[in-house]
């Protein structure tokens, strides 16, 4: 009895479903005293029942996560302002979203470039998300302001400089990462803050609050979205993706 009370409250299935409200008193207090019985001698039911929700929610997220990037997929993925890079032709896609004061971001960026060469078969995109403070919105605007410039060999180039840059993006900084990546400084530091560049992040912050963004990295990888550099790396995204594709 006291099993079949405990199930009926852990998994209230439609068939099993019953109105609490229509025990007395007394049949309520033994009601839950057989519950809390069944439970301190099984807590393994709980465990079992929070994984079971965890299992829900991660699909649900999975499936919800699917619908932001189809409703946004040209915005993802061909946007007209965003860097591309690897194989332009690659049959499967990886799109991050980045912001240059982001551990994550500059732990595993020569990672990621890696993969990307490595397969030869990837095409790459990164968007600038800037949202850790004043020090990432300037070196998005930086990074920015140098592919209007100097193309796309430059904005890799900004990018990877910001990544490794350990001090503040100080107008100095800055413009000495101009000269070794071979723009003017001073243009790019007027360019920074011209309504050009500035639509660039609007436009990326804006698809970010489409999709429910709020930390970085993100990774979106033909049809999933990965919050966060998974466990396993993004090799398994990579696979998957590819298989869906066939």
């Not at 409200?21 to 069944?38: I, L």
């Not at 649900?60 to 591309?84: P, T, Y």
């Amino acid at each position: 009895m006291k099993r079949l009370i405990a199930a009926l409250l852990l998994t209230a299935t439609p068939a099993l479903a019953f109105d609490i409200s229509a025990m007395t008193d007394a049949e309520k207090a033994a009601f839950g005293d057989a519950v809390r019985e069944y439970l301190m001698a099984n807590p393994e039911v709980l465990v079992e029942s929070i994984n079971v929700l965890e299992e829900r929610r991660a699909a649900s997220e999975v499936e919800n996560d699917g619908a932001l990037v189809a409703a946004n997929r040209d915005a993802i993925f061909d946007d007209g302002h965003s860097w591309v890079g690897g194989n332009p032709d690659g049959d499967v896609t990886i799109v991050e979203f980045v912001d240059y004061r982001c551990g994550y971001c500059r732990k595993f960026n020569d990672q990621i470039h890696d993969i990307v060469e490595d397969d030869g078969n990837i095409r790459f995109i990164l968007k600038e998300f800037p949202i850790l403070g004043p020090e990432s919105e300037t070196s998005a605007r930086f990074a920015v302001a140098a592919k209007q410039i100097g193309g796309n060999e430059a904005y890799v180039q900004a990018h990877d400089a910001l990544m490794a840059l350990r001090g503040e993006p100080s107008p100095e900084a800055l413009q000495k990462i101009a000269a070794e990546i071979g723009i003017d400084g001073e243009e790019v530091l007027n360019t920074m803050n011209t309504e050009s560049v500035s639509a660039v992040l609007r436009d990326n912050r804006q698809l970010a609050e489409r999709m429910a963004i709020m930390g970085t990295p993100t990774f979106v990888i033909g049809d999933t979205m990965l919050r966060g550099m998974p466990a396993d790396g993004l090799e398994a995204t990579v696979a998957a993706a590819r298989e869906g594709n066939g």
